[in-house]
């Protein structure tokens, strides 16, 4: 509480300053050297001297190896100083894990399907020297990095360092916004999230061959490596700058990964720019039949309905925080080709009929699926929006009257009044969490009553280590849980939210087997590091940009900044503070910045103020709160029925009733 004080005295801090900076893990310099030493194998002297900004000289006595710990997930790529070398025939490898599950002096964690990846060796028989290897033998994300001398040469270190490459256009510690309360858990959970996206966005010359799958032909951008099985040199988008699903990897561009993934990159770094090279290579790969891909190049053509509308929702929110129109209409007629395209697998029955089964990796999507459905009544509601931005009413007529048979139709099909939740299909007694947390996102249920039973029948699910995805086995996915958070605060259940956040993302950050850091993509329900979609365990991402919810969750809903018009032009200032006591948020577009501060209790305000920028009008709504906001220049409006509307923007507090 006490942090918070001075945010509230004086709200327009200066603009130079990066508020809670202390909370932000992207490094400082891109120039990294291990914080510690994790374990030791075999002869080795004064190992800590590579840890040290001063270096030192670290020898290796024949066969052995040292473990560094980086302290954090960091990505990039590493050069050695070699002092001496007692063979012309000396060799040292490198071996990478982003989980202290899978150091080894053997390999690396996993990049592919099956199997280990192979040790980045550097031959330094030649004496004293730096030893960098070229940009493709970058490694994507790792906490650890393993040396290994694996001959009877005795060799001296001066120096290891690690280039830090992720994020390549941004100045990493220079977030546009903000996020702080009295919880320090959540805290460090938005800024976790936060620092995976970075980790995430990448060089796009350094995507993933994928070699492995057969997907690169003699005509592609590569070289391969020769002595390791991973590399990233392949051209995946144009520009320089992209965010990708994974680190370490997919290192692709999927619309799914998006959807959650863009708007957290909004509220805290704000690096749309490299959300509009992502979204214009899936639009760039549409099919003349308007059939955006599953995932960007070089993966296979795979038709997946669900990602394709995740690659339009990807357009609506990225217009939503850029307010750049000209963009939008650029891309307007490929929209409208995606959206017609969905709508042709709508039937008699009013839903759409998936007749593919490629999505997030779940089970069983097909048919009037509930979660497909559901994405397809949340596009219709963006699309119509958008139209509207571009004059073209007849056309959000149109989808206004099939989103209205596909929101009746999934009720009266699909709704499960017993169990209080959707059913995948009709011909399923599975109720899953992706299709009932969209549903509530939505808005295609028909009441706030049905939305708070789907709120509490999903958190009656909840096992120790978060909220199950059934249709996925028994699996727990960061992925879906962000749309479920979503979900909470819709129904008005912030205190669901803030205990799945504590609960799911509290393990995430915290367990020893994982990077204290960034998040993973998805795990067992009994806490076991194995995501069920995949057989090879040393496989899974542990910063994947779809495990980031919270960012947005918490910047959205929690301190309530919601933006309703293009760049914030028209907002929404509805705080649900949950059992959170304080709360000090911000984030900017190019309008300017918007930041809200509060004190209170049980959702009763102390004390309340926010800002927006000058160009821009929006609405206030504070439950259970009487007064008037009073703004900074003397205007003063009265919450009537907990709501003031039509404020322009700018700077005001709340004067409750009374004072």
């Known amino acids: 509480m006490h942090l918070l004080a001075p945010l509230l005295l004086a709200p327009l801090a200066c603009a130079a300053r990066i508020p809670y900076e202390q909370y932000i893990l992207a490094p400082s310099s891109r120039d990294l050297i291990p914080v510690g030493v994790h374990q030791i194998n075999g002869s080795v002297t004064n190992a800590k001297a590579l840890t040290r900004p001063s270096g030192g000289s670290t020898t ?39 989980s202290s599950l899978y150091i080894s002096s ?8 099956a199997g280990l990846d192979a040790p980045l060796w550097f031959a330094i028989g030649q004496g004293a020297g730096k030893y960098t290897p070229e940009e493709k033998y970058q490694r994507g994300a790792f906490r650890y990095l393993t040396i290994v001398s694996n001959t009877t040469a005795s060799v001296s270190l001066h120096s290891l360092h690690v280039q830090f490459l992720a994020a390549p256009k941004q100045d990493l510690r220079a977030y546009t916004g903000w996020f702080h309360s009295d919880d320090e858990l959540i805290n460090k959970i938005w800024y976790a999230g936060a620092y995976t996206n970075q980790l995430c966005t990448i060089n796009p010359t350094s995507g993933n061959a994928l070699v492995h799958l057969g997907s690169i032909g003699s005509g592609d951008n590569i070289t391969l490596p020769q002595t390791v099985t991973w590399w990233n040199n392949y051209t995946i988008t144009n520009g320089s700058s992209t965010i990708t699903d994974g680190a370490k990897r997919d290192r692709l561009v999927w619309p799914g990964d998006m959807s959650i993934a863009l708007e957290s990159i909004a509220v805290s770094t704000g690096d749309l720019y490299s959300i509009r090279m992502a979204l214009e290579s899936l639009f760039a790969l549409q099919q003349s039949n308007g059939r955006l891909p599953y995932a960007g190049k070089p993966f296979y053509d795979v038709e997946s309905y669900t990602y394709h509308l995740h690659s339009l929702i990807g357009m609506s929110y990225l217009y939503r925080f850029s307010g750049d129109q000209t963009w939008l209409a650029k891309y307007w007629d490929q929209y409208v080709r995606g959206v017609e395209w969905a709508l042709s697998s709508v039937d008699g029955t009013g839903l759409a009929n998936i007749t593919a089964s490629a999505d997030w990796l779940r089970f069983g999507m097909g048919g009037h699926n509930i979660e497909a459905n559901a994405i397809l009544y949340f596009v219709l509601q963006d699309a119509q929006s958008l139209a509207q931005q571009l004059n073209h009413t007849s056309t959000a007529t149109k989808w206004n009257q099939i989103a209205a048979r596909i929101k009746t139709a999934a009720n009266n099909l699909l709704w499960d009044d017993q169990a209080s939740l959707y059913r995948d299909n009709e011909t399923t007694t599975l109720h899953p969490q992706d299709g009932n947390s969209w549903a509530i996102k939505a808005n295609l249920t028909t009441s706030t009553t049905q939305s708070i039973a789907i709120s509490q029948a999903l958190q009656s699910r909840w096992g120790p280590y978060g909220a199950p995805a059934p249709e996925a086995g028994t699996t727990i996915s960061p992925f879906i849980g962000g749309f479920e958070l979503q979900a909470h605060y819709l129904a008005s259940q912030p205190k669901a939210a803030l205990d799945l956040i504590r609960l799911q993302w509290g393990f995430m950050l915290q367990d020893p087997r994982m990077t204290q850091s960034s998040f993973i993509e998805g795990y067992s329900t009994d806490g076991r590091l194995h995501y069920a979609p995949y057989s090879n365990d040393a496989r899974i991402s542990h910063a994947h940009g779809w495990s980031t919810g919270p960012t947005s969750a918490l910047s959205m809903y929690a301190a309530g900044i919601q933006l309703t018009g293009p760049g914030g032009a028209e907002w929404r200032i509805a705080p649900q503070p949950g059992n959170l006591s304080t709360i000090d948020a911000g984030l900017s577009t190019s309008r300017g910045q918007f930041a809200v501060q509060f004190q209170g209790k049980n959702g009763k305000y102390e004390t309340f103020s926010f800002q927006t920028p000058s160009s821009t009008r929006g609405d206030v709504v504070l439950p259970g709160t009487r007064g008037t906001l009073v703004s900074r220049t003397g205007q003063r409006v009265p919450l009537v029925n907990n709501v003031a509307r039509g404020l322009s923007g700018g700077s005001w507090k709340l004067e409750r009733a009374g004072q």
Do not use: C, H, P, R
């Open 60 to 98: 290796f006595n024949g066969i052995s190896s040292v473990t560094y710990d980086f302290g954090k997930n960091v990505a990039g790529l590493v050069s050695l100083e070699v002092g001496s070398s007692s063979s012309s025939s000396a060799f040292l490898g490198v071996t990478f894990s982003e």
């Open 106 to 113: 053997d390999a690396s964690d996993a990049t592919a399907d």
